[in-house]
C-alpha cells in the first residue's frame, strides 16, 4: 500500500513540473501562420487574423513555440510572432463590464463570448480591460489569456 502512495505521489509532482512551464503570450501581427511543426518548412495549418489573440505556448524548439488557443487548435509559431502584449478573450456568454471593480457598481456595456479584450491592469479576482471605445472592469475567472 505503501509503494502505490508513493508512485501517486511522485506521479502528480511530476505532472505539476509538466504545466509549471505552460504560459500565455499573444500574437504579434495581423497576420500568424499556424504550422505542423517547428519549421518553416512544414505545411501551414492555419492563418490566425487577429493582431493580440492570446495563445498558451506548451513547448518550444529552438525559435518556435507550440502553441493552443482558445479553440484547442494547436500547432507551431515562430517567436518573432509573438508577443507579451496583455490580451485575453471572454470565455462565458453576455458578461457585463463594470465601471469599477464591484459588482455592485453600474454596468454598462454588456461581452459576448469570444471577445477580445485588452487588458491594461488586474487586481485580486478583476481586470480593468479595454474593448473598442469602451473600458471598465471584469471578473478575471470570465477571460483566458495573458492577465
Not at 513547448?59 to 508577443?83: A, P, V
Not at 507579451?84 to 454588456?110: G, H, R, W
Request: net charge positive.
Amino acid at each position: 500500500m505503501l509503494k502505490i502512495v508513493y508512485i501517486v505521489f511522485i506521479f502528480y509532482f511530476s505532472f505539476q513540473s509538466l504545466f509549471a512551464n505552460e504560459y500565455f503570450l499573444t500574437l504579434r501581427n495581423d497576420k500568424v501562420n499556424l504550422r505542423q511543426g517547428p519549421s518553416f518548412e512544414y505545411p501551414i495549418k492555419l492563418f490566425y487574423k487577429k493582431k493580440f489573440l492570446p495563445v498558451l505556448i506548451l513547448d518550444k524548439f529552438e525559435n518556435f513555440r507550440k502553441i493552443r488557443d482558445h479553440e484547442n487548435n494547436t500547432g507551431w509559431i515562430h517567436i518573432s510572432q509573438l508577443s507579451k502584449k496583455k490580451a485575453a478573450i471572454t470565455v462565458d456568454n453576455d458578461q457585463l463590464i463594470f465601471k469599477k471593480p464591484s459588482i455592485y457598481s453600474k454596468p454598462f456595456a454588456i461581452l459576448k463570448k469570444g471577445r477580445l479584450c485588452k487588458i491594461q491592469k488586474c487586481k485580486n479576482k478583476w481586470c480593468k480591460i479595454s474593448v473598442e471605445k469602451y473600458k471598465g472592469w471584469v471578473k478575471k475567472d470570465i477571460l483566458w489569456g495573458l492577465l
